[in-house]
Protein backbone atom coordinates (compact mmCIF):
# COMPACT_ATOMS: atom_id res chain seq x y z
CA UNK A 1 0.00 0.00 0.00
CA UNK A 2 1.41 3.57 -1.15
CA UNK A 3 1.85 5.91 2.08
CA UNK A 4 -1.11 8.65 1.91
CA UNK A 5 2.34 11.26 2.17
CA UNK A 6 4.78 9.38 -0.57
CA UNK A 7 3.45 12.88 -3.21
CA UNK A 8 6.25 11.48 -5.66
CA UNK A 9 4.21 7.98 -6.15
CA UNK A 10 0.34 9.45 -5.78
CA UNK A 11 1.99 11.92 -8.64
CA UNK A 12 3.09 9.49 -10.82
CA UNK A 13 0.02 7.53 -10.99
CA UNK A 14 -2.04 10.31 -11.75
CA UNK A 15 0.13 11.02 -14.63
CA UNK A 16 0.49 7.09 -15.70
CA UNK A 17 -1.93 4.89 -14.40
CA UNK A 18 -5.13 6.11 -12.60
CA UNK A 19 -6.69 3.29 -12.45
CA UNK A 20 -3.96 1.82 -9.98
CA UNK A 21 -4.68 5.01 -8.47
CA UNK A 22 -8.02 4.50 -7.68
CA UNK A 23 -7.00 1.00 -6.75
CA UNK A 24 -4.69 2.54 -4.39
CA UNK A 25 -6.59 5.49 -2.57
CA UNK A 26 -9.22 2.82 -1.61
CA UNK A 27 -6.57 1.09 0.09
CA UNK A 28 -6.39 3.92 2.77
CA UNK A 29 -8.26 4.42 5.59
CA UNK A 30 -11.45 6.32 5.56
CA UNK A 31 -11.05 10.18 6.02
CA UNK A 32 -6.98 10.24 5.23
CA UNK A 33 -5.58 12.43 2.39
CA UNK A 34 -3.54 12.25 -0.48
CA UNK A 35 -0.78 14.45 -0.46
CA UNK A 36 -0.21 16.02 -3.64
CA UNK A 37 0.65 19.60 -2.15
CA UNK A 38 2.41 21.81 -4.69
CA UNK A 39 2.59 18.77 -7.73
CA UNK A 40 2.25 20.09 -11.55
CA UNK A 41 -1.21 18.19 -12.04
CA UNK A 42 -1.24 20.29 -15.44
CA UNK A 43 -2.74 19.54 -18.71
CA UNK A 44 -3.68 16.01 -17.70
CA UNK A 45 -6.89 14.02 -18.00
CA UNK A 46 -8.38 13.42 -14.42
CA UNK A 47 -11.89 12.37 -15.35
CA UNK A 48 -11.67 8.69 -13.96
CA UNK A 49 -9.51 9.87 -11.14
CA UNK A 50 -11.02 9.31 -7.64
CA UNK A 51 -9.96 12.56 -5.83
CA UNK A 52 -11.82 12.70 -2.78
CA UNK A 53 -10.63 14.54 0.25
CA UNK A 54 -6.96 15.07 -1.44
CA UNK A 55 -4.65 17.56 -0.33
CA UNK A 56 -4.35 19.86 -3.51
CA UNK A 57 -2.44 22.90 -1.46
CA UNK A 58 -0.78 25.04 -4.19
CA UNK A 59 -1.10 22.23 -6.45
CA UNK A 60 -1.59 23.13 -10.26
CA UNK A 61 -4.20 21.72 -12.08
CA UNK A 62 -4.97 24.14 -14.97
CA UNK A 63 -6.04 22.95 -18.31
CA UNK A 64 -6.86 19.61 -17.24
CA UNK A 65 -10.03 18.34 -17.19
CA UNK A 66 -11.46 17.19 -13.69
CA UNK A 67 -13.56 14.73 -12.12
CA UNK A 68 -17.08 15.40 -11.24
CA UNK A 69 -17.55 16.01 -7.35
CA UNK A 70 -14.58 15.04 -5.85
CA UNK A 71 -12.40 18.36 -6.35
CA UNK A 72 -14.74 20.57 -4.14
CA UNK A 73 -14.00 18.38 -1.10
CA UNK A 74 -10.17 18.54 -1.35
CA UNK A 75 -8.03 21.07 0.29
CA UNK A 76 -7.68 23.91 -2.20
CA UNK A 77 -5.40 26.65 -0.09
CA UNK A 78 -3.22 27.96 -3.25
CA UNK A 79 -4.48 25.72 -5.92
CA UNK A 80 -4.86 26.76 -9.41
CA UNK A 81 -7.31 26.10 -11.33
CA UNK A 82 -7.17 28.08 -14.81
CA UNK A 83 -8.45 27.05 -17.71
CA UNK A 84 -9.69 24.27 -16.78
CA UNK A 85 -12.60 21.41 -17.84
CA UNK A 86 -14.93 20.75 -14.97
CA UNK A 87 -16.69 18.28 -14.58
CA UNK A 88 -20.09 19.71 -13.61
CA UNK A 89 -21.12 23.67 -13.60
CA UNK A 90 -21.99 23.41 -9.89
CA UNK A 91 -18.46 21.96 -9.00
CA UNK A 92 -17.16 25.03 -11.05
CA UNK A 93 -19.64 27.13 -8.93
CA UNK A 94 -18.56 25.76 -6.00
CA UNK A 95 -14.55 25.39 -6.14
CA UNK A 96 -15.32 29.28 -7.47
CA UNK A 97 -17.27 30.07 -3.79
CA UNK A 98 -14.15 28.29 -2.34
CA UNK A 99 -11.34 29.83 -3.41
CA UNK A 100 -13.49 33.31 -2.47
CA UNK A 101 -13.42 32.36 0.80
CA UNK A 102 -9.95 31.35 1.47
CA UNK A 103 -8.44 34.15 -0.98
CA UNK A 104 -10.75 37.25 -0.88
CA UNK A 105 -13.51 37.28 2.21
CA UNK A 106 -14.32 40.31 0.99
CA UNK A 107 -15.50 39.68 -2.34
CA UNK A 108 -17.28 36.66 -1.43
CA UNK A 109 -19.64 38.48 0.51
CA UNK A 110 -20.59 40.69 -1.87
CA UNK A 111 -20.50 37.84 -4.44
CA UNK A 112 -23.12 35.96 -2.20
CA UNK A 113 -25.59 39.05 -2.21
CA UNK A 114 -26.42 38.10 -6.04
CA UNK A 115 -25.69 34.20 -6.39
CA UNK A 116 -26.57 32.01 -3.63
CA UNK A 117 -24.15 30.15 -1.36
CA UNK A 118 -23.36 26.92 -2.45
CA UNK A 119 -24.05 23.76 -0.40
CA UNK A 120 -20.59 23.33 0.87
CA UNK A 121 -20.59 20.29 3.11
CA UNK A 122 -17.95 18.07 2.76
CA UNK A 123 -14.66 20.88 2.05
CA UNK A 124 -11.59 21.07 3.65
CA UNK A 125 -10.39 24.19 5.67
CA UNK A 126 -8.42 22.55 7.70
CA UNK A 127 -5.37 24.68 9.35
CA UNK A 128 -6.39 27.93 7.51
CA UNK A 129 -7.32 31.18 9.03
CA UNK A 130 -10.28 32.74 7.84
CA UNK A 131 -10.97 36.31 7.66
CA UNK A 132 -14.24 38.56 8.10
CA UNK A 133 -16.30 35.92 5.84
CA UNK A 134 -20.41 35.28 6.21
CA UNK A 135 -20.51 31.72 6.55
CA UNK A 136 -24.13 32.61 8.05
CA UNK A 137 -27.35 30.20 6.75
CA UNK A 138 -24.72 28.86 5.01
CA UNK A 139 -24.75 24.60 4.72
CA UNK A 140 -21.04 22.92 5.91
CA UNK A 141 -22.21 19.90 6.96
CA UNK A 142 -19.41 17.10 7.24
CA UNK A 143 -16.71 19.56 6.61
CA UNK A 144 -13.24 19.97 7.65
CA UNK A 145 -12.52 23.06 10.26
CA UNK A 146 -10.11 21.10 12.46
CA UNK A 147 -7.08 23.52 13.49
CA UNK A 148 -8.36 26.40 11.76
CA UNK A 149 -9.08 30.05 13.15
CA UNK A 150 -13.11 31.23 12.57
CA UNK A 151 -12.54 34.12 15.25
CA UNK A 152 -13.28 36.71 12.54
CA UNK A 153 -16.22 34.48 10.72
CA UNK A 154 -19.89 35.04 10.90
CA UNK A 155 -21.74 31.37 11.40
CA UNK A 156 -24.96 32.72 12.76
CA UNK A 157 -27.73 30.18 11.58
CA UNK A 158 -25.15 27.99 9.85
CA UNK A 159 -24.96 24.20 9.53
CA UNK A 160 -21.89 22.40 10.87
CA UNK A 161 -23.67 19.33 11.69
CA UNK A 162 -20.98 16.37 11.62
CA UNK A 163 -18.02 18.56 11.02
CA UNK A 164 -14.57 18.47 12.26
CA UNK A 165 -13.30 21.25 14.31
CA UNK A 166 -11.14 19.46 16.81
CA UNK A 167 -8.49 21.94 17.54
CA UNK A 168 -10.46 25.06 16.20
CA UNK A 169 -10.81 28.24 17.13
CA UNK A 170 -13.80 29.98 18.17
CA UNK A 171 -13.38 31.86 20.96
CA UNK A 172 -15.14 34.84 21.09
CA UNK A 173 -17.95 34.29 18.19
CA UNK A 174 -21.71 34.81 18.58
CA UNK A 175 -23.03 31.37 18.25
CA UNK A 176 -26.32 32.18 17.61
CA UNK A 177 -28.57 29.11 16.52
CA UNK A 178 -25.85 27.19 14.89
CA UNK A 179 -25.94 23.92 14.02
CA UNK A 180 -23.45 21.57 15.31
CA UNK A 181 -24.63 18.02 15.78
CA UNK A 182 -22.83 15.48 16.10
CA UNK A 183 -19.95 17.56 15.79
CA UNK A 184 -16.09 17.28 16.89
CA UNK A 185 -15.21 20.14 18.77
CA UNK A 186 -12.65 18.03 20.77
CA UNK A 187 -9.83 20.36 22.15
CA UNK A 188 -11.03 23.58 20.79
CA UNK A 189 -11.28 26.79 22.11
CA UNK A 190 -14.61 28.63 22.25
CA UNK A 191 -13.71 30.60 25.18
CA UNK A 192 -16.44 33.56 25.90
CA UNK A 193 -18.47 32.55 23.24
CA UNK A 194 -22.27 33.40 23.41
CA UNK A 195 -23.95 30.75 22.11
CA UNK A 196 -28.01 30.88 22.17
CA UNK A 197 -30.51 28.09 20.79
CA UNK A 198 -27.38 26.53 19.43
CA UNK A 199 -28.10 22.80 18.02
CA UNK A 200 -25.36 20.44 20.06
CA UNK A 201 -26.42 16.55 20.47
CA UNK A 202 -24.15 14.09 20.29
CA UNK A 203 -21.21 16.32 20.23
CA UNK A 204 -17.34 15.49 21.37
CA UNK A 205 -16.14 18.44 22.96
CA UNK A 206 -13.66 16.80 25.35
CA UNK A 207 -11.07 18.89 26.30
CA UNK A 208 -12.63 21.58 24.73
CA UNK A 209 -11.96 25.36 26.61
CA UNK A 210 -15.79 26.94 27.30
CA UNK A 211 -14.24 29.35 29.80
CA UNK A 212 -16.56 32.63 30.41
CA UNK A 213 -18.76 31.47 27.94
CA UNK A 214 -22.02 32.17 28.01
CA UNK A 215 -24.35 29.42 27.44
CA UNK A 216 -28.17 30.06 26.76
CA UNK A 217 -31.35 28.17 25.91
CA UNK A 218 -28.86 25.60 24.68
CA UNK A 219 -29.89 21.88 24.83
CA UNK A 220 -27.57 19.32 24.43
CA UNK A 221 -28.14 15.54 25.32
CA UNK A 222 -25.78 12.03 24.70
CA UNK A 223 -22.50 14.19 24.24
CA UNK A 224 -18.80 13.86 25.44
CA UNK A 225 -17.33 16.98 27.35
CA UNK A 226 -15.07 15.15 28.93
CA UNK A 227 -12.28 17.25 30.64
CA UNK A 228 -14.08 20.35 29.27
CA UNK A 229 -13.51 23.36 30.85
CA UNK A 230 -16.17 26.05 32.03
CA UNK A 231 -14.54 27.89 34.19
CA UNK A 232 -16.42 30.99 34.82
CA UNK A 233 -19.32 30.12 32.34
CA UNK A 234 -22.95 31.55 32.75
CA UNK A 235 -25.17 28.50 31.51
CA UNK A 236 -28.57 29.17 32.23
CA UNK A 237 -32.16 28.30 30.76
CA UNK A 238 -30.42 25.18 29.13
CA UNK A 239 -29.59 21.26 29.76
CA UNK A 240 -26.75 18.76 28.83
CA UNK A 241 -28.55 15.35 29.61
CA UNK A 242 -27.08 12.23 29.73
CA UNK A 243 -23.45 13.22 28.48
CA UNK A 244 -19.99 12.65 29.97
CA UNK A 245 -18.72 15.38 32.03
CA UNK A 246 -16.26 13.38 33.77
CA UNK A 247 -13.09 15.82 35.09
CA UNK A 248 -15.11 18.51 33.62
CA UNK A 249 -14.33 21.90 35.58
CA UNK A 250 -17.48 23.96 36.54
CA UNK A 251 -14.95 26.25 39.02
CA UNK A 252 -16.95 29.64 39.55
CA UNK A 253 -19.04 28.98 37.09
CA UNK A 254 -22.59 30.51 37.38
CA UNK A 255 -25.95 27.76 36.82
CA UNK A 256 -29.30 29.12 36.35
CA UNK A 257 -32.24 27.34 35.74
CA UNK A 258 -30.24 25.18 33.79
CA UNK A 259 -29.90 21.03 34.01
CA UNK A 260 -27.38 18.66 34.19
CA UNK A 261 -29.49 15.24 34.82
CA UNK A 262 -28.54 11.60 34.01
CA UNK A 263 -24.93 13.08 33.57
CA UNK A 264 -21.38 11.59 34.23
CA UNK A 265 -19.94 14.20 36.79
CA UNK A 266 -17.12 11.74 37.87
CA UNK A 267 -14.33 13.45 39.54
CA UNK A 268 -15.79 17.09 38.14
CA UNK A 269 -14.90 20.51 39.85
CA UNK A 270 -17.66 22.67 40.92
CA UNK A 271 -15.53 24.81 43.36
CA UNK A 272 -16.99 28.20 43.97
CA UNK A 273 -19.92 27.56 41.49
CA UNK A 274 -23.14 29.23 41.89
CA UNK A 275 -26.26 26.35 40.96
CA UNK A 276 -29.68 28.07 41.43
CA UNK A 277 -32.65 26.56 40.22
CA UNK A 278 -30.27 23.77 38.72
CA UNK A 279 -30.54 20.15 39.14
CA UNK A 280 -28.24 17.35 38.66
CA UNK A 281 -31.03 14.59 39.01
CA UNK A 282 -29.56 10.65 39.05
CA UNK A 283 -26.02 12.13 37.76
CA UNK A 284 -22.96 10.46 38.97
CA UNK A 285 -21.22 12.79 41.01
CA UNK A 286 -18.46 10.30 42.70
CA UNK A 287 -15.14 12.12 43.36
CA UNK A 288 -16.62 15.87 42.11
CA UNK A 289 -16.08 18.55 44.09
CA UNK A 290 -18.55 21.65 45.69
CA UNK A 291 -16.14 23.47 47.91
CA UNK A 292 -17.15 26.50 48.23
CA UNK A 293 -19.76 25.99 46.12
CA UNK A 294 -23.43 27.83 46.67
CA UNK A 295 -26.55 25.83 45.62
CA UNK A 296 -30.14 25.12 46.13
CA UNK A 297 -31.21 22.71 48.82
CA UNK A 298 -32.92 20.70 45.49
CA UNK A 299 -29.99 20.53 43.29
CA UNK A 300 -28.69 17.63 44.42
CA UNK A 301 -31.55 15.02 45.02
CA UNK A 302 -31.57 12.17 43.29
CA UNK A 303 -27.90 12.41 42.43
CA UNK A 304 -25.99 8.83 42.63
CA UNK A 305 -22.63 8.69 45.17
CA UNK A 306 -23.25 11.71 47.02
CA UNK A 307 -21.37 10.72 50.05
CA UNK A 308 -18.34 9.78 47.01
CA UNK A 309 -18.51 13.62 46.35
CA UNK A 310 -16.56 16.37 48.09
CA UNK A 311 -18.24 19.33 50.08
CA UNK A 312 -17.32 21.96 52.59
Same mark, same amino acid.
Request: aromatic share 6%; glycine share 8%; with cysteine.
Given at each position: ???????????????????????????????????????????????????????????????????????????????????????????????????????????????????????????????????????????????? !?? #? =? *???????? &?????? @?? %? $? +? /????????????????????????????????????????????????????????? !?? #? =? *???????? &?????? @?? %? $? +? /?????????????????????????????????????????????????????????????????
Amino acid at each position: MIPSSDTAAWCELLRSDISRFNEERARLPEGERVDLRETDLSNLDLTQARLERCDLSDANLNGSKLPVYYIPTCRLVGTTVQDVQWGSPDDQETVRQIKLILEDPRTFNDYREAVPPQRLGRVDFSGVVLGAVNLSEMDLMLSD !FS #G =A *DLTACNLQ &DSSLDA @SN %L $S +G /ARLAGMYLNRVGLNEADLSGADLSKCKLTLARIDKINASSASFQDTVWLSTRSSRAM !FV #G =A *DFTGAKLG &DGSIVG @SD %L $S +G /ALFKGAQLREFSLAMCKLVGADFRNATLKNSLLHYSDISGARFEGASFDEDSLDDVENRERATFD
